[in-house]
Protein backbone atom coordinates (compact mmCIF):
# COMPACT_ATOMS: atom_id res chain seq x y z
CA UNK A 1 0.00 0.00 0.00
CA UNK A 2 2.93 2.28 0.67
CA UNK A 3 6.45 1.77 -0.50
CA UNK A 4 9.13 4.27 0.10
CA UNK A 5 12.98 3.71 -0.70
CA UNK A 6 15.41 6.33 1.06
CA UNK A 7 13.18 8.95 0.99
CA UNK A 8 14.93 12.35 1.76
CA UNK A 9 13.52 15.59 2.08
CA UNK A 10 16.35 19.06 2.98
CA UNK A 11 14.31 22.35 3.06
CA UNK A 12 17.74 24.38 2.35
CA UNK A 13 20.56 23.15 5.26
CA UNK A 14 17.67 22.05 7.15
CA UNK A 15 16.83 18.01 7.35
CA UNK A 16 13.36 16.96 6.91
CA UNK A 17 13.47 13.13 6.84
CA UNK A 18 16.73 11.47 5.45
CA UNK A 19 16.69 7.56 4.00
CA UNK A 20 13.49 6.67 5.34
CA UNK A 21 12.37 3.44 3.79
CA UNK A 22 9.33 1.77 4.77
CA UNK A 23 6.74 -0.54 3.70
CA UNK A 24 3.01 -0.66 4.84
CA UNK A 25 0.98 -4.02 4.25
CA UNK A 26 -2.78 -4.19 3.27
CA UNK A 27 -4.91 -4.17 6.26
CA UNK A 28 -2.49 -2.97 8.69
CA UNK A 29 -2.71 -0.12 11.48
CA UNK A 30 1.44 1.18 10.67
CA UNK A 31 1.92 3.52 13.42
CA UNK A 32 4.49 6.63 12.63
CA UNK A 33 5.82 7.49 15.84
CA UNK A 34 8.40 9.90 17.50
CA UNK A 35 8.49 13.56 19.06
CA UNK A 36 6.88 16.75 17.82
CA UNK A 37 9.86 17.89 15.34
CA UNK A 38 10.84 14.37 14.27
CA UNK A 39 10.05 14.21 10.53
CA UNK A 40 6.35 12.59 10.91
CA UNK A 41 4.37 15.35 9.34
CA UNK A 42 7.29 15.88 6.26
CA UNK A 43 7.21 12.76 5.65
CA UNK A 44 2.94 12.08 5.24
CA UNK A 45 3.44 15.61 3.09
CA UNK A 46 5.71 13.74 0.64
CA UNK A 47 3.53 10.89 0.65
CA UNK A 48 0.57 12.99 -0.63
CA UNK A 49 2.91 14.68 -3.27
CA UNK A 50 2.83 17.98 -1.60
CA UNK A 51 6.43 18.71 -1.11
CA UNK A 52 8.28 17.02 -3.70
CA UNK A 53 11.39 14.57 -2.13
CA UNK A 54 15.43 15.49 -2.65
CA UNK A 55 16.06 12.05 -2.74
CA UNK A 56 14.83 8.46 -2.92
CA UNK A 57 11.11 7.34 -4.17
CA UNK A 58 7.81 6.54 -2.59
CA UNK A 59 4.67 5.18 -3.98
CA UNK A 60 0.99 4.68 -2.49
CA UNK A 61 -1.29 2.68 -3.70
CA UNK A 62 1.24 1.68 -6.67
CA UNK A 63 1.56 5.14 -7.82
CA UNK A 64 4.55 7.41 -7.56
CA UNK A 65 3.92 10.15 -4.61
CA UNK A 66 5.21 13.27 -7.41
CA UNK A 67 4.51 12.70 -10.50
CA UNK A 68 1.31 10.38 -9.71
CA UNK A 69 0.06 12.49 -6.86
CA UNK A 70 -3.92 13.64 -8.10
CA UNK A 71 -4.17 9.81 -8.25
CA UNK A 72 -3.37 9.33 -4.19
CA UNK A 73 -5.60 12.27 -3.69
CA UNK A 74 -8.44 10.91 -5.28
CA UNK A 75 -8.10 7.72 -3.37
CA UNK A 76 -6.87 8.27 0.13
CA UNK A 77 -8.24 9.50 3.14
CA UNK A 78 -6.10 12.27 4.91
CA UNK A 79 -6.46 14.04 8.27
CA UNK A 80 -3.52 16.69 8.46
CA UNK A 81 -2.56 17.53 11.75
CA UNK A 82 -2.87 21.32 10.70
CA UNK A 83 -5.72 22.62 8.42
CA UNK A 84 -8.80 25.26 8.06
CA UNK A 85 -11.47 25.67 6.14
CA UNK A 86 -13.74 28.27 4.94
CA UNK A 87 -14.90 29.84 8.49
CA UNK A 88 -18.55 30.49 6.64
CA UNK A 89 -18.82 26.50 5.70
CA UNK A 90 -21.23 23.98 7.61
CA UNK A 91 -19.43 20.66 8.73
CA UNK A 92 -22.05 19.47 6.57
CA UNK A 93 -20.88 21.65 2.92
CA UNK A 94 -17.14 20.68 3.96
CA UNK A 95 -17.76 17.14 3.76
CA UNK A 96 -20.00 16.49 0.94
CA UNK A 97 -17.21 19.22 -1.15
CA UNK A 98 -14.42 16.66 -0.32
CA UNK A 99 -16.38 13.75 -1.16
CA UNK A 100 -17.18 15.01 -4.62
CA UNK A 101 -13.68 15.89 -5.07
CA UNK A 102 -12.94 12.46 -4.64
CA UNK A 103 -15.94 11.14 -7.24
CA UNK A 104 -17.91 10.02 -3.91
CA UNK A 105 -21.12 11.48 -2.20
CA UNK A 106 -21.42 11.85 1.80
CA UNK A 107 -24.33 10.03 2.14
CA UNK A 108 -25.63 8.73 5.05
CA UNK A 109 -22.37 7.50 6.27
CA UNK A 110 -21.25 10.84 7.14
CA UNK A 111 -24.54 11.17 9.53
CA UNK A 112 -23.62 7.99 10.90
CA UNK A 113 -19.93 9.38 11.98
CA UNK A 114 -21.54 12.13 13.31
CA UNK A 115 -23.40 10.60 15.89
CA UNK A 116 -20.63 8.22 16.70
CA UNK A 117 -18.40 11.37 17.20
CA UNK A 118 -20.88 13.65 18.67
CA UNK A 119 -20.38 16.09 15.90
CA UNK A 120 -22.43 19.16 14.69
CA UNK A 121 -22.35 19.45 10.93
CA UNK A 122 -24.77 22.21 11.08
CA UNK A 123 -22.92 25.16 12.39
CA UNK A 124 -20.61 26.79 10.13
CA UNK A 125 -16.65 26.43 10.73
CA UNK A 126 -16.43 29.88 12.65
CA UNK A 127 -18.22 28.40 15.27
CA UNK A 128 -16.45 25.63 15.92
CA UNK A 129 -14.36 25.12 19.02
CA UNK A 130 -11.16 22.73 18.32
CA UNK A 131 -12.45 19.62 19.30
CA UNK A 132 -15.23 20.01 17.19
CA UNK A 133 -12.87 21.59 14.09
CA UNK A 134 -10.97 18.17 14.32
CA UNK A 135 -14.31 15.59 14.16
CA UNK A 136 -14.81 17.38 10.82
CA UNK A 137 -11.81 16.87 9.51
CA UNK A 138 -11.95 13.07 10.52
CA UNK A 139 -15.35 12.46 8.35
CA UNK A 140 -14.02 14.02 5.27
CA UNK A 141 -11.42 11.57 6.14
CA UNK A 142 -13.53 8.67 6.36
CA UNK A 143 -16.66 9.16 4.45
CA UNK A 144 -15.49 8.34 1.09
CA UNK A 145 -14.49 4.75 2.37
CA UNK A 146 -11.00 4.64 1.28
CA UNK A 147 -8.71 1.98 1.42
CA UNK A 148 -5.97 3.67 2.84
CA UNK A 149 -5.96 6.29 5.29
CA UNK A 150 -3.42 8.59 6.51
CA UNK A 151 -3.91 10.57 9.93
CA UNK A 152 -1.07 12.76 11.04
CA UNK A 153 -2.15 13.23 15.04
CA UNK A 154 -5.78 12.29 14.60
CA UNK A 155 -7.05 12.61 18.09
CA UNK A 156 -5.35 15.90 18.94
CA UNK A 157 -8.33 18.46 20.20
CA UNK A 158 -10.46 15.40 20.91
CA UNK A 159 -11.89 14.83 24.87
CA UNK A 160 -11.12 11.03 26.33
CA UNK A 161 -14.61 9.60 25.11
CA UNK A 162 -13.93 10.58 21.48
CA UNK A 163 -10.46 9.45 21.45
CA UNK A 164 -11.98 5.94 22.63
CA UNK A 165 -14.36 6.01 20.16
CA UNK A 166 -11.60 6.80 17.40
CA UNK A 167 -9.76 3.68 18.64
CA UNK A 168 -12.88 1.98 18.17
CA UNK A 169 -13.41 3.30 14.44
CA UNK A 170 -9.86 2.38 13.85
CA UNK A 171 -10.43 -1.32 14.98
CA UNK A 172 -13.16 -1.80 12.40
CA UNK A 173 -11.59 -0.29 10.23
CA UNK A 174 -8.89 -3.31 10.57
CA UNK A 175 -11.41 -5.47 10.65
CA UNK A 176 -12.72 -4.73 7.10
CA UNK A 177 -9.34 -5.19 5.21
CA UNK A 178 -8.22 -1.29 5.07
CA UNK A 179 -5.36 0.20 5.41
CA UNK A 180 -4.04 2.89 8.27
CA UNK A 181 -1.08 4.73 8.27
CA UNK A 182 -1.09 6.85 12.08
CA UNK A 183 1.32 9.32 12.82
CA UNK A 184 1.69 10.12 16.76
CA UNK A 185 3.61 11.23 19.79
CA UNK A 186 1.03 9.56 22.02
CA UNK A 187 2.57 6.39 22.67
CA UNK A 188 -0.63 4.77 24.47
CA UNK A 189 -2.49 5.47 21.58
CA UNK A 190 -0.26 3.98 19.39
CA UNK A 191 0.06 0.85 21.48
CA UNK A 192 -3.64 0.35 21.13
CA UNK A 193 -4.33 0.86 17.36
CA UNK A 194 -0.85 -0.29 15.35
CA UNK A 195 -0.02 -3.30 14.37
CA UNK A 196 3.85 -2.55 13.55
CA UNK A 197 5.45 0.78 14.33
CA UNK A 198 8.07 2.78 12.94
CA UNK A 199 10.33 5.20 14.99
CA UNK A 200 11.63 8.27 13.64
CA UNK A 201 13.65 10.67 15.47
CA UNK A 202 15.98 13.94 13.80
CA UNK A 203 14.59 12.96 10.31
CA UNK A 204 15.81 9.21 10.47
CA UNK A 205 14.37 5.83 11.24
CA UNK A 206 15.45 4.53 14.15
CA UNK A 207 13.50 1.37 13.76
CA UNK A 208 10.79 -0.89 12.74
CA UNK A 209 8.93 -3.62 14.97
CA UNK A 210 5.75 -5.41 15.76
CA UNK A 211 4.09 -3.66 19.02
CA UNK A 212 3.91 -6.70 20.83
CA UNK A 213 7.78 -7.77 20.16
CA UNK A 214 8.94 -4.13 21.08
CA UNK A 215 7.27 -4.48 24.62
CA UNK A 216 8.84 -8.05 24.44
CA UNK A 217 12.26 -6.28 24.57
CA UNK A 218 11.18 -3.19 26.72
CA UNK A 219 11.92 -4.13 30.73
CA UNK A 220 9.53 -4.96 32.86
CA UNK A 221 9.66 -3.51 36.42
CA UNK A 222 9.34 -5.14 39.29
CA UNK A 223 8.70 -4.76 43.12
CA UNK A 224 9.05 -7.20 45.78
CA UNK A 225 8.53 -7.77 49.73
CA UNK A 226 9.93 -10.33 51.49
CA UNK A 227 9.48 -11.50 55.13
CA UNK A 228 13.36 -11.29 55.93
CA UNK A 229 15.99 -8.33 54.03
CA UNK A 230 16.87 -9.33 50.89
CA UNK A 231 20.81 -10.06 50.17
CA UNK A 232 21.95 -7.76 46.71
CA UNK A 233 24.29 -10.48 45.91
CA UNK A 234 20.96 -12.64 45.07
CA UNK A 235 19.77 -9.90 42.58
CA UNK A 236 22.41 -8.05 41.54
CA UNK A 237 24.52 -11.34 39.19
CA UNK A 238 20.64 -12.44 37.65
CA UNK A 239 21.06 -11.32 33.69
CA UNK A 240 19.15 -8.66 32.65
CA UNK A 241 18.33 -7.33 35.97
CA UNK A 242 19.11 -3.18 35.97
CA UNK A 243 18.51 -0.69 38.47
CA UNK A 244 18.35 -2.90 41.41
CA UNK A 245 17.66 -1.07 44.39
CA UNK A 246 16.70 -2.91 47.89
CA UNK A 247 15.40 -0.99 51.20
CA UNK A 248 15.21 -3.66 53.51
CA UNK A 249 12.97 -6.38 52.97
CA UNK A 250 11.65 -4.45 49.79
CA UNK A 251 13.94 -5.13 46.70
CA UNK A 252 12.71 -2.50 43.42
CA UNK A 253 14.51 -3.63 39.89
CA UNK A 254 13.98 -3.77 36.26
CA UNK A 255 14.36 -7.00 34.45
CA UNK A 256 14.61 -7.60 30.46
CA UNK A 257 13.84 -11.09 28.73
CA UNK A 258 13.15 -14.54 30.67
CA UNK A 259 12.39 -14.12 34.18
CA UNK A 260 12.29 -17.65 35.45
CA UNK A 261 15.58 -17.13 37.11
CA UNK A 262 14.61 -13.69 38.88
CA UNK A 263 11.40 -15.83 40.11
CA UNK A 264 13.50 -18.39 41.23
CA UNK A 265 15.68 -16.49 43.11
CA UNK A 266 12.39 -14.57 45.12
CA UNK A 267 10.96 -17.61 45.85
CA UNK A 268 13.74 -18.69 47.97
CA UNK A 269 11.92 -17.40 51.00
CA UNK A 270 8.50 -15.99 51.80
CA UNK A 271 6.83 -13.43 49.36
CA UNK A 272 4.74 -10.96 50.96
CA UNK A 273 3.83 -9.43 47.90
CA UNK A 274 4.95 -9.19 44.63
CA UNK A 275 4.38 -6.43 41.44
CA UNK A 276 5.21 -7.09 37.64
CA UNK A 277 4.74 -4.15 35.63
CA UNK A 278 4.24 -4.40 31.89
CA UNK A 279 6.17 -2.07 29.76
CA UNK A 280 4.76 0.88 27.84
CA UNK A 281 5.57 1.48 24.54
CA UNK A 282 6.43 4.62 25.84
CA UNK A 283 8.98 3.06 28.06
CA UNK A 284 10.32 0.95 25.14
CA UNK A 285 10.68 3.84 22.69
CA UNK A 286 13.17 5.75 24.90
CA UNK A 287 15.12 3.21 26.07
CA UNK A 288 15.75 2.79 22.23
CA UNK A 289 16.47 6.28 22.09
CA UNK A 290 18.76 5.43 25.01
CA UNK A 291 20.24 2.66 23.53
CA UNK A 292 20.82 4.34 19.92
CA UNK A 293 22.78 7.80 21.79
CA UNK A 294 19.38 9.78 21.09
Known amino acids: MIETDSLTKWFGRHRGIEDVSLSVERGEVYGLLGPNGAGKSTAIRLLLGLIRPTGGTGTVLGFDTWARRREVHRRVGVLPS ?8 TGRQVIEFFARLRGAEAGSYAD ?10 DRPQKQLSRGNHQKIGLI ?41 LLSSHNMAEAERACD ?57 FDVTGEIDAVLRTITRGRVVDLVCERPSLEHAFVRLYEDNGA
Open 196 to 252: RVAMIHEGSLMAVETVDSMLARAPKHMRVVLDEPADEADFGSLTGVSDLRIDGKVVE
Open 140 to 180: QALVHKPELMMFDEPTGGLDPLMQEEFLRIVGELREEGRTI
Open 82 to 89: EFAYEDGL
Open 112 to 121: ELAERLRADL
